[in-house]
């Protein structure tokens, strides 16, 4: 058995996740990845928010606003950016083993996403790249433990989007041998991974479907200055309509027309997405409330639109889930099928829907210091399994080998 620490912090930017999970074989060694099977058991999750200077930052970072002669300047200030959340990462995993009664052995670091473009762009000639940053080294050094980081970039060089990767964790854990299954995750952005019934791993597709609660969040903290950052409990959003034709023309987006594997981020509906949704908003006579309403539903719809008909669960997680007004609407929506799938969190299935995917990054770190694969390209593109995330040794990283080697 192995105590693993997972932290993640997504695109919403908001906070840090840290979960530590107890992980163990329950089929030891298997090579078949269907085979495959762990026993994990969540000891403790936190969630610890960015220091407000390192929060902000970071946005400023990803404004990206600089002229050339600012350059270097903003290169120094990545720099420095990168060991500032290495050193808010590394403080959540010290506050989480604490709450777990300490005792850890591993770290695995998803880190924070600041730009991801899988894909060559020909007109700037930019290849393939994804870039998380919260450097790994200063976890390892404040914690002592050897850590997991960087996981994404080994499925982009491999062909892949680099995303969604918990899909390897649903296949492990969530597939059913009685039902088609759907495990949602609603984050900043939102991502399905498809269960087909006893799906192999080659059966499994996973996609980003585009917005989650990030658009959300931008427009309540573009239109209401006054507070607070985000929609609680989908209360603004209740106080709406939404705009039919507003939201015929959002769903016309490029991304929403492209087939998987794909993935999305800040770059497809971040702040120019949101600003260019109030103009036309503001065009058709649209209030404050109305456009929350409306991109509420463009989340619920473009969700929805995804799931396949046969599907007869969808499992949810992620932030969104406390969104009242979204997951009524996402539940009508799904209501109106001939055979309407049910909807249940990840709670039910050990799982805290808050905690999932810093989880999951636990067992990703799990798996790489056993040397196993684990993305699923028939989700991510990918050419071929590739062994995920870049170990960076911590003081008891001679220990932690023996035992796994032993």
């Known amino acids: 058995m192995m105590r693993v620490i997972g932290l993640i912090s997504g695109t919403s930017m908001d906070a840090i996740d840290a979960a530590v999970v107890d992980i163990e074989h329950a089929v030891h060694e298997a090579t078949d990845l269907q085979a495959r099977s762990l026993n994990v058991v969540l000891r403790a999750f936190v969630t610890v928010p960015y220091p407000d200077a390192t929060r902000a930052a ?52 998803h880190g924070q996403t600041i730009a991801h473009q899988p894909r060559p762009d020909a007109a700037s000639g930019l290849q393939p790249a994804t870039l998380q940053i919260g450097e ?20 982009v ?60 969040d931008l427009a309540v903290r573009l239109l209401f200055p006054e ?15 939404v705009h039919e034709a507003l939201l015929e023309s959002l769903l016309a987006d490029a991304y929403f027309l492209s087939p998987p594997p794909k993935t999305a981020g800040r770059e497809q509906f971040g702040p120019d997405f949101v600003r260019r949704a109030w103009e036309r908003a503001k065009s058709v006579g649209c209030t404050r409330e109305s456009l929350v309403a409306t991109l509420t539903e463009l989340t619920a719809r473009s969700v929805a639109d995804q799931v396949p008909q046969d599907c007869r669960r969808v499992i949810v997680a992620g932030g969104g889930v406390h969104n009242k007004t979204l997951m009524n609407a996402l539940r009508r929506r799904l209501s109106q099928r001939p055979v309407a799938p049910e909807l249940a969190l990840s709670d039910d299935f050990g799982f805290p829907a808050d905690a999932k995917e810093a989880m999951a990054f636990a067992i990703l770190a799990f798996e790489a210091v056993h040397g196993r694969t684990s993305n699923l390209p028939s989700a991510t593109g990918a050419a071929h ?3 995920l995330g870049k170990i960076v040794p911590g003081a008891n990283f001679s220990e932690l080998m023996r035992s796994i080697w032993r």
């Not at 597709?205 to 917005?211: V, Y």
Request: proline share 5%; charged share 20%; aromatic share 4%.
């Open 136 to 155: 790994a080294a200063v976890i390892a050094e404040r914690t002592g433990l050897s850590c997991v980081a960087d996981f994404r970039p080994a499925d």
């Open 385 to 387: 399994p590739v062994v």
């Open 58 to 109: 970071l946005e400023s970072i990803l404004r990206n606003e600089a002229t050339d002669l600012q350059a270097r300047s903003r290169l120094s200030a990545l720099a420095s950016l990168n060991v500032a959340v290495g050193e808010a990462f590394a403080q959540a995993a010290i506050l989480a083993r604490h709450e777990a009664g300490g005792g850890s052995d591993l770290i695995g670091s």
């Open 157 to 216: 060089a491999a062909g892949g989007e680099g995303a969604p990767l918990v899909s390897y964790v649903d296949h492990m854990l969530l597939r059913s041998h009685d039902e088609y299954r759907v495990a949602l995750n609603i984050g900043g952005i939102a991502n399905v991974t498809l269960l087909p019934l006893a799906a192999r791993p080659e059966q499994v597709l996973a996609f980003d479907t585009g917005p989650g609660n990030m658009p959300i």
């Open 227 to 241: 507070g607070p950052d985000f929609d609680r409990n989908g209360q603004i959003a209740a106080r709406g309509r």
